[in-house]
């Protein structure tokens, strides 16, 4: 099973930027649909952003100011946050599961796998 390390998490100050990354353990990941989410302190696990071949989804929250990339050769995903606002304060996760769907891409619980998180603070 693929395993994912998240990264490049840290402290910045509002309006700045941070870019995440999530590598992932497997050759067929090039194959994978790979998502973000992120848990704020006392929140659920929300959406932020999605890859599906070459389409890309993003939660209305971050819209704008988060840009979800990847590179097959290195077998990892990007999310490039800007704008950074003290919301979107919480540690992000990547995850994966096969048989990708944009109708249930929202849902944390259909995800099988998941890297350890990474936590973003943005102070104000």
């Known amino acids: 099973q693929v395993q994912l390390v998240e990264s490049g998490g840290g402290l910045v100050q509002a309006g700045g930027s941070l870019r995440l990354s999530c590598a992932a353990s497997?050759?067929?990941?090039?194959?994978?649909?790979m998502v973000w989410f992120r848990r704020a302190p006392g929140k659920e696990r929300d959406f932020v952003a999605a890859m599906s071949g070459v389409n890309v989804y993003y939660s209305e929250s971050v819209k704008g100011r988060f840009t979800i990339s990847r590179e097959n050769g290195k077998n990892t995903v990007y999310l490039q946050m800007n704008s950074l606002k003290p919301e979107d304060k919480a540690v992000y996760y990547c995850a994966t599961k096969r048989n990708f769907t944009p109708m249930t891409m929202t849902q944390s619980a259909r995800y099988n796998v998941w890297g350890q998180g990474t936590q973003v603070t943005v102070s104000s």
């Open positions: 497997e050759r067929t990941f090039s194959w994978y649909a």
